[in-house]
């Protein structure tokens, strides 16, 4: 029999989505780039070029709080007055939700661009996504196009995980992970997957084209895998996630107490004065979200005691809690991969015996199938952060305890307000 005969969609079909999956994969790529060079440029100046111009030479720690503090309330001034509110609450949300008003699009990019800039402990995969989403939507879901809400929603999805992690295959995995919980049997798998494949693709693409930034961190020279490496990388992932685990407990009560000052200037600014104090105890490392820290981690792990790089994976934790909770624009993958990381350097330096590629993988193994809920999100971040195929088969035996735990524990959310009410009582209009 042939592919058609078997699949409700015929090749033809399959053939008309491939010019709007690669449209929409590049614009989704670019729209990231646009972005986070943005940011990247605002932070050089804020953390480099005014402090140089001032005078003040290395960085002093009351700098940290003061620049955090300022963002806070710079963000919680665009959450309550910029149109649309910044869009949702982040804290309430997984990875996608339903396509927003474009109004609210220019405050969720300011925020994101504010909160990647600041420091904040978060990174841009929730609102990058959301932004992305709501343009595939405007621009595919018209009549004379014909793509539903959903297959909007689907290729921007794939297209920005492609973009974030210059490879279509986290795409695919999360996808058919989004498949497998909608119950979504029409028709066969690929066929489901071959548009956004498309435009994971060209998310991909485009990123390596304009030099993508790597997961991957330098790591020792692994000797060679043992038996007992799948059980030190068992427990090493199950201590990454028991931290996780806390922060995961821990949401419901911070984001009750922000968000209990009902003003998000209020709310944002306390946040971000916390997330100062957080940076002044826990250094350079623990701010912003996380993927250039775990590199510079992994260059000064050899000269640090297991107790101060384990206070790095504390500190993060407690600052990616504060920062989801306060209402800060941003995602949670990004800072859970450096707890992770942090976690697995901790247990290498104190069991020598494990090799630090081994802890480094099951470390972020353990912290993001918690935060994500998402076992093959986890292992593809595992795999990318070390580098190494060869250690896919420890990281297969590690996840399988980490999931029985990590199955039966909440998400990392928090219901969002009962009746679509705002995130915050001062955006309630008055009666």
């Given at each position: 029999?042939?592919g058609?005969?078997?699949?409700?969609?015929?090749?033809?079909?399959?053939l008309?989505r491939?010019?709007?999956?690669?449209?929409?994969?590049?614009?989704?790529?670019?729209?990231?780039?646009?972005?986070?060079?943005?940011?990247t440029?605002?932070?050089h100046?804020?953390?480099?070029?005014?402090?140089?111009?001032?005078g003040l030479?290395?960085?002093?720690?009351?700098?940290?709080?003061?620049?955090?503090?300022?963002?806070?309330?710079l963000?919680?001034?665009?959450?309550?007055?910029?149109?649309?509110?910044?869009?949702?609450?982040?804290a309430?949300?997984?990875?996608?939700?339903?396509?927003l008003p474009?109004?609210?699009?220019p405050?969720?990019?300011?925020?994101?661009?504010?909160g990647l800039?600041?420091?904040?402990s978060?990174?841009p995969?929730n609102?990058?996504i959301a932004?992305?989403?709501a343009?595939?939507?405007?621009?595919?879901c018209?009549?004379?196009?014909?793509?539903?809400?959903?297959?909007?929603?689907?290729?921007?999805?794939?297209?920005?995980?492609?973009?974030?992690f210059?490879?279509?295959?986290?795409?695919?995995?999360?996808?058919?992970e989004?498949?497998?919980?909608?119950g979504?049997?029409?028709?066969?798998?690929?066929?489901?997957?071959f548009a956004?494949?498309?435009?994971a693709?060209?998310?991909?693409?485009?990123?390596?084209?304009?030099e993508?930034?790597?997961?991957?961190?330098?790591?020792?020279s692994?000797?060679g895998?043992?038996?007992?490496?799948?059980?030190?990388?068992?427990?090493?992932?199950l201590?990454?996630?028991?931290?996780?685990?806390l922060?995961?407990?821990?949401l419901?009560w911070?984001?009750?107490?922000l968000h209990?000052?009902?003003?998000?200037?209020?709310?944002?600014?306390?946040?971000?004065?916390?997330?100062?104090?957080?940076?002044?105890?826990?250094g350079?490392?623990?701010l912003?979200?996380?993927l250039e820290?775990?590199?510079?981690?992994?260059e000064q792990?050899d000269?640090?005691?297991?107790?101060?790089?384990?206070?790095?994976?504390?500190?993060?934790?407690?600052?990616l809690?504060?920062?989801?909770?306060?209402?800060f624009?941003?995602?949670?993958?990004f800072?859970?991969v450096?707890i992770?990381?942090?976690?697995g350097?901790?247990?290498?330096?104190?069991v020598?015996a494990?090799?630090?590629a081994?802890?480094?993988?099951?470390?972020?193994?353990?912290?993001?199938?918690v935060?994500?809920?998402?076992?093959?999100l986890?292992l593809?971040?595992?795999?990318?952060v070390?580098?190494?195929?060869?250690?896919?088969?420890?990281?297969?035996?590690?996840?399988?305890?980490?999931?029985?735990?990590?199955?039966?524990m909440?998400?990392m959310?928090?219901?969002?307000?009962?009746?679509?009410?705002?995130?915050?009582?001062?955006?309630?209009?008055?009666?």
């Amino acid at each position: 029999m042939t592919g058609d005969t078997q699949s409700p969609l015929s090749t033809a079909n399959l053939l008309r989505r491939v010019v709007p999956a690669l449209v929409i994969g590049v614009l989704c790529a670019l729209t990231l780039v646009a972005l986070s060079s943005f940011a990247t440029w605002v932070q050089h100046l804020v953390w480099e070029s005014l402090p140089a111009a001032w005078g003040l030479g290395a960085t002093p720690t009351w700098w940290t709080v003061v620049v955090l503090t300022v963002t806070g309330l710079l963000v919680g001034a665009v959450v309550r007055w910029a149109p649309g509110h910044a869009g949702v609450d982040p804290a309430t949300t997984d990875l996608v939700t339903a396509p927003l008003p474009l109004r609210a699009l220019p405050g969720l990019a300011v925020a994101l661009v504010l909160g990647l800039a600041g420091g904040v402990s978060l990174g841009p995969e929730n609102p990058i996504i959301a932004i992305n989403v709501a343009l595939a939507a405007w621009i595919l879901c018209r009549p004379r196009l014909g793509v539903p809400v959903e297959g909007a929603v689907g290729l921007a999805l794939a297209a920005t995980i492609g973009a974030l992690f210059a490879t279509p295959v986290a795409a695919a995995l999360v996808l058919t992970e989004t498949f497998a919980e909608r119950g979504d049997r029409s028709g066969p798998l690929f066929d489901r997957l071959f548009a956004p494949l498309v435009a994971a693709g060209a998310g991909a693409v485009t990123m390596l084209a304009l030099e993508a930034p790597t997961f991957a961190i330098d790591l020792p020279s692994r000797p060679g895998l043992h038996a007992g490496d799948a059980l030190g990388a068992a427990l090493v992932a199950l201590a990454a996630a028991a931290l996780a685990l806390l922060a995961v407990l821990a949401l419901p009560w911070v984001h009750r107490a922000l968000h209990g000052m009902r003003h998000p200037v209020l709310a944002l600014g306390t946040g971000g004065l916390v997330l100062g104090l957080l940076g002044v105890v826990g250094g350079p490392l623990t701010l912003f979200k996380g993927l250039e820290e775990m590199k510079e981690l992994s260059e000064q792990a050899d000269a640090m005691t297991w107790g101060a790089i384990l206070l790095l994976a504390v500190v993060k934790t407690g600052a990616l809690v504060v920062a989801t909770s306060a209402g800060f624009r941003g995602g949670r993958i990004f800072p859970t991969v450096f707890i992770g990381v942090a976690v697995g350097f901790a247990a290498t330096a104190l069991v020598p015996a494990v090799p630090a590629a081994v802890a480094v993988g099951a470390g972020v193994l353990g912290a993001t199938i918690v935060v994500s809920r998402d076992g093959w999100l986890a292992l593809f971040m595992a795999a990318v952060v070390v580098g190494d195929v060869q250690l896919i088969p420890v990281l297969c035996v590690a996840i399988l305890p980490v999931w029985l735990v990590a199955r039966v524990m909440p998400p990392m959310r928090v219901a969002p307000p009962a009746g679509g009410a705002p995130e915050f009582a001062a955006l309630a209009p008055r009666s």
